[in-house]
């Protein structure tokens, strides 16, 4: 799939990219299309080394190098310890930074990890934004994405014009921590909507329903969501090949029902939706994308 964005005019920038996995290598993608140099870091040199022939820019062999004399250094990693592994250290990219340099994480990770390394970086003369994303795999190769952040806020408006190159939103939601607490209401939003569409989606099949065509009309009242109308099609025919896995969402699930026992929010279908996924991933499903919860309805 490629990218049809307009770029408009841009002031080119030095950047790193740490982290090319499905999101990370069209996001850092997009700052090179729109003029940015850009140096990349991946564990897996080989993957670097596909993106350069493609983008332009260079590779680096570890954090610190990449992010080396960057004006901001962005990454998109798997987890906390993926995260504190790439920033921290001697080969991490704190080490490498210049003196208010701006690293901005789209992980989507804890906010005690995000509170962490703020203060990690401050000690350093740096900023740190913690800058989760909402839209998928196909939002970050059309550059849709959403982009959720917490932190200072004149290391935010830095940042933001070059964030939205990958991104039709990139909006300050607080503090510090406040970006990923933002994405853990996205995925609680998600989880249920998900399992609605696939109880509604299932129920219908029973009752002999027309579905498409039933999607169709729901689709234009109060029913209407974004998982209906990019989801509930692919859920009747079956088809679970997209983006965001279940392994995921269920790290992401992890990180909220650990936030909701810290601050005694009550989330029972949050919980329950989470087991469900745990069934699937049982049936062999972690790597099909979320909507696959209609496969235990069938």
């Known amino acids: 799939m490629t990218s049809t964005r307009d770029y408009g005019t841009v002031l080119p920038r030095r ?13 850092a993608g997009h700052l090179a299309r729109a003029g940015h140099r850009v140096t990349v870091f991946n564990r897996s040199p080989a993957k670097a080394a596909t993106w ?3 983008h332009g820019g260079r590779s680096a062999p570890t954090p610190r190098e990449a992010a080396a004399g ?4 962005f990454s998109c990693v798997g987890n906390d310890d993926d995260l504190r592994s790439v920033v921290l250290g001697d080969a991490g990219a704190f080490a ?31 900023h740190f934004i913690d800058a989760p994303v909402s839209g998928g795999q196909a939002g970050a190769v059309n550059g849709a994405l ?27 939601v607080g503090e510090s921590g406040a970006g ?3 994405k853990m209401v996205n995925q609680i939003c998600i989880a249920g909507l998900v399992q609605g569409l696939a109880e509604a989606l299932a129920f219908g099949q029973r009752a002999g329903l027309d579905m498409p065509l039933v999607l169709d009309v729901i689709g234009k009242g109060a029913a209407q969501s974004w998982q209906m109308d990019n989801r509930g099609k692919t859920m009747l025919e079956g088809k679970f090949d997209f ?17 909701a026992r810290r601050n005694g929010a009550q989330l029972p279908v949050t919980a329950l939706v989470d087991q469900f996924y745990a069934e699937l991933q049982q049936m062999g499903g972690s790597r099909h994308d979320t ?8």
Not at 291 to 298: A, F, N, P, Y
Request: glycine share 8%; proline share 4%; with cysteine.
């Open 180 to 182: 990923q607490l933002a």
């Open 70 to 73: 960057a004006d901001v250094v």
């Open 52 to 54: 350069v022939r493609e």
């Open 15 to 27: 950047l790193a990219f740490i982290g090319l996995g499905v999101m990370g290598y069209p996001m």
């Open 96 to 126: 490498g930074m210049s003196p208010a340099a701006i690293f901005v994480d789209h992980t989507t990770a804890s906010a005690a990890v995000a509170r962490e390394l703020h203060a990690a970086a401050l000690a350093r003369g740096l």
């Open 146 to 172: 959403t982009v959720m952040c917490g932190g200072d806020a004149e290391p935010f408006e830095a940042m933001k014009p070059m964030a939205m190159n990958f991104s039709r939103a990139v909006t300050r």
């Open 243 to 259: 983006g965001f896995a279940i392994d995921w969402m269920r790290k992401d699930l992890g990180l909220v029902l650990e936030e």
């Open 291 to 298: 909507s696959s919860l209609i496969r235990r309805l069938k």
